[in-house]
């Protein structure tokens, strides 16, 4: 009798692929643990649209948790930035394009300290998946857009808002000019995936377990054992590191970690990371440098 299946499923961008089993190689300076931070400042739609809650959502306008996710532009996310000042520590920030009517000053600060600039849709009230495929890429390359004309950088990742993809988002990216996503969770070293127009295009990790969504909203963890999670990871990962190069990332949201007792246990996490980092330890990073290294690593070893 035949089987009525034999096979299931499979998005046919990569292989499978053991880490145990691939080429070696290593960061910039020797270095064998890349780290970055995914600083995410966004911008929700009043009155209607997605959005984390603090409390119960209440009928529309939800003023409550409107304006607690608010809090993260007007305070978090200014907070955050004396912490990483202080620290000397590069971020990537992911940003809805809708920050450049609403906040403009906010993307420009990250600007001035030469952070890179990550295309995070035009707002964290809605999700991509549900567009069509000509109004997905009309999002892509307006995002891409925006951030040249009013920052003059250009934008070479993508994380979705909500990690939300089409069956086509990594085509259309590749199509639109980036280099890399940031929405699959699925490695930890970056990975070049296949699209149908054959671009050289990349994963980078971008973690789901060390992000303080699903860790503080989803599981309710307290900022102290988010903070005990960040450093348990890194010491973990530097020393899984000596036998293949890794890369982890920390995802943080001014709404939460930007809470001034959230901050102050932030600061405990990034400040070993920071020590590691000046002692040559690791590379600190942001997520374009490291889909550059590997573009440009593997590049050289297959001529």
């Known amino acids: 009798m035949t089987a009525p299946y034999t096979t299931i499923p499979h998005h046919g961008r990569f292989d499978y692929s053991p880490i145990t089993r691939r080429p070696d190689y290593c960061w910039p300076n020797g270095a064998r643990l890349a780290v970055y931070i995914g ?53 990537a920030a992911l940003i809805n394009t809708a920050l450049y009517d609403h906040c403009p000053e906010l993307v420009q600060a990250f600007v001035a300290r030469g952070d890179e600039l990550v295309g995070h849709g035009h707002t964290n009230a809605e999700r991509q998946a549900s567009f069509s495929e000509d109004i997905e890429r009309q999002l892509i390359a307006d995002s891409r857009a925006r951030i040249a004309r009013e920052s003059g950088v250009e934008a070479t990742g993508w994380l979705s808002p909500w990690i939300s993809e089409s069956a086509v988002t990594p085509d259309l990216l590749a199509e639109t000019g980036y280099r890399y996503t940031l929405n699959w969770c699925h490695d930890d070293q970056p990975l070049r995936m296949r699209t149908r127009g054959g671009q050289d295009f990349w994963s980078i990790p971008y973690p789901q377990e060390l992000n303080d969504i699903p860790m503080i909203i ?86």
Do not use: K
Not at 64 to 91: I, K, T
């Open 39 to 91: 600083f995410n400042i966004e911008h929700f739609a009043f009155g209607e649209g997605l959005g984390a809650n603090i409390g119960p959502a209440s009928a529309n306008p939800d003023v409550l948790n409107y304006s607690w996710r608010e809090y993260g532009n007007r305070v978090g996310a200014w907070r955050c930035l004396e912490l990483f000042d202080q620290l000397g520590l590069p971020s």
């Open 218 to 303: 989803g599981r309710q963890m307290d900022g102290r054992d988010f903070t005990r999670m960040i450093t348990d990871n890194f010491d973990e990962m530097l020393a899984q590191s000596a036998r293949q190069p890794l890369v982890m990332g920390i995802a943080l949201h001014p709404y939460l970690v930007g809470q001034p007792y959230r901050l102050r246990y932030l600061r405990e996490a990034l400040a070993p990371i920071a020590a590691a980092r000046d002692a040559g330890h690791i590379w600190m990073t942001t997520p374009g440098a490291i889909c550059q290294h590997v573009a440009t690593q593997f590049q050289e070893s297959q001529t």
